[in-house]
């Protein structure tokens, strides 16, 4: 998308002039594995429970701000009080108002790229420094000791875990490590947490440090990218000040009615979840093996995608999508990422639709 206009630039805050509009560079394709989304969709019962719910929502009147019915079932899910939960407009939402309270001006974010762009940019147009820490280059692990010396000066500590593009962890130890240093708030984005092996969540340091704040999402294992909701977990006096810079109505009715509806209904997305998780282990098993005569590399990964690097990755990226109506996220401008493709796990036919792809195209250019 374009830039802005010499105009708008001139009219706009100075630290937004170089911002552009958001632009996922999304084309309709037979088979849409570039934004880490559910492929395998709400299960129909959950479907006609969320419908009933919808059907069921007035809409004249404006929502409860707080949406304190879904916080009560997000309480008693993750074993913890309606005051240590705050309910956004999608995890987006939550992390802008995190900013807009935490950072600004004066204040560092500490950020541990490559990562979710999103973070530097919300940083960046709130006007908080952004300090990065950046990961291995070649493994893309963080680097805990050197996140718990910069967080020692930090507003803001940013840890994704999975990682968004990556797909690595970061151990609780290590965010326990990072807390312990920092004055300010740690951010630990579980948004694909649901994806990751047992015992990998930050959730049960919360209890013990109270600068803890753990995002989660709708979008992704639940399957309500659409509907738009998300929230934090964190300490009640955390929870009343993003409340406090919050616009009041951001979550409407018809989204907490769906995600009260799949939150109640949250048993059954284990067996997707199973599917995801064991269709990731086939993909990465089958992409290393067409390593071994073809030029490509892919890191294991506990979210619900891969990271691939192949040569010309923006040239594999139109071939998949022009040729074979595959569309995959490409990170080849992104610092740290040359080469590199981001690649949701979609259904198993799916799946074996991108690696058939996958491989004739790394032949033909080869
Ligand atoms: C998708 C995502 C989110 C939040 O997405 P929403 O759709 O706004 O809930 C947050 N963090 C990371 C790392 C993500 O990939």
């Known amino acids: 998308m374009a830039e802005l206009s010499e105009r708008v630039r001139a009219l706009v805050q100075p630290q937004m002039r170089g911002l552009e509009p958001y632009d996922p560079d999304f084309a309709p394709c037979r088979i849409n594995l570039s934004a880490n989304e559910n492929d ?47 309910v956004s407009d999608g995890g987006d939402e939550a992390l802008f108002d995190l900013f807009l309270a935490f950072g600004g001006p004066g204040r560092t974010l500490v950020n541990c790229p490559p990562t979710f762009s999103v973070y530097a940019l919300y940083a960046s147009m709130l006007g908080t420094t952004v300090l990065d820490v950046p990961r291995d280059p070649e493994t893309f692990a963080p680097n805990a000791d050197e996140l718990a010396a910069a967080a020692a000066d930090a507003a803001i500590v940013v840890l994704t875990s999975p990682n968004n593009p990556t797909g690595d962890v970061m151990d609780p130890a290590g965010v326990a490590r990072v807390c312990e240093a920092c004055p300010g708030l740690v951010l630990a984005d579980e948004a694909y947490g649901e ?5 990998l969540s930050s959730e049960p340091l919360l209890a013990a440090h109270d600068n803890l704040v753990v995002l989660h999402t ?13 929230y934090l977990l964190a ?11 919050r616009q009041p109505y951001s979550v409407g009715v018809l989204a907490q009615a769906a995600a009260l509806a799949v939150a109640r209904e949250r048993a059954a997305f284990e067996p997707l979840v199973d599917e995801i998780r064991s269709e990731r282990e086939r993909l990465l098993l089958e992409i290393r093996a067409l390593g071994r005569a073809l030029p490509v590399r892919v890191w294991p990964s506990q979210a619900n995608f891969l990271l691939v690097r192949v040569p010309n990755a923006s040239r594999v990226r139109s071939r998949l999508r022009d040729e074979r109506s595959i569309l995959v996220r490409d990170f080849s401008s992104a610092p740290g990422l040359a080469d ?6 979609g259904t198993r036919e799916e799946n074996d ?14």
């Open 218 to 230: 709708f979008s992704k294992a639940y399957c309500l990218a659409g509907a738009r909701c998300g």
């Open 235 to 245: 300490a009640p006096d955390v929870v009343d000040g993003l409340a406090a810079v």
């Open 353 to 366: 639709e991108l690696l058939g792809a996958l491989e004739a195209i790394l032949k033909e250019e080869s």
């Open 340 to 345: 590199c493709l981001r690649i949701t796990v």
């Open 195 to 199: 994806f990751a092996g047992p015992g």
């Open 40 to 86: 395998l969709g709400l299960p129909a019962p959950v479907r006609a429970r969320v419908d009933a719910a919808l059907r069921a929502t007035p809409t004249n009147r404006y929502p409860d701000p707080m949406a304190n019915e879904l916080r009560d079932e997000i309480a008693s899910w993750h074993g913890v009080s309606r005051a240590n939960v705050f």
